[in-house]
């Protein structure tokens, strides 16, 4: 083989070497449309893991509540209640609690206090236990309770 033959080759491998920029936006463009479909998927998740960790203390509490009136025949005061004895002396003779494995009542996970109130507004004929949602307002569509459908999602 001569010498310039050589000398062409190697030429032409040194062009073929690496990326073009053309070649390299392309593949950035592709991560960064795949970057935002993963948070798109991803993005809901933490406040729907939130909503759910706020429907679980709900049933928490229904069961606590249900126990404690089956025990004194009474619904609590408020959830305070589950966890320490009534001052009534009747009511305190049938207390069997405390009813929650804590020693404080749980904050919902945005950091409000939980509702209660016997009878209840959607529950007449029992209770109704919510969170305020993350909006932090009573009353508003985002509020999480014991009136919720078990398969509503």
């Known amino acids: 083989m001569n010498r310039s033959h050589i000398t062409q ?52 509490f229904k069961t606590a509540i249900n126990m404690y009136k089956f025990h004194t025949r009474n619904f609590p005061d408020d959830l305070n209640g589950l966890i320490t ?25 945005w950091d409000h206090e939980y509702r209660f109130v016997a009878p209840g507004k959607r529950n007449a004929d029992s209770f109704d236990v919510w969170s305020v949602g993350p909006d932090g307002q009573d009353g508003t569509d985002d509020d999480l309770g014991n009136w919720e459908k078990e398969d509503k999602k």
């Open 85 to 109: 004895k009534p001052s009534d002396e009747s009511i305190a003779s049938r207390w069997a609690g405390p009813y929650l494995d804590t020693n404080k009542v749980p904050l919902d996970p």
């Open 9 to 60: 080759r190697s030429r032409v491998r040194r062009q073929n070497e690496g990326f073009t920029l053309i070649e390299l936006l392309l593949v950035l463009a592709i991560l960064v449309v795949l970057a935002s479909m993963v948070v798109t998927m991803f993005g809901g998740t933490q406040d729907k893991a939130l909503k759910d960790a706020a429907k679980g203390q709900v049933g928490i």
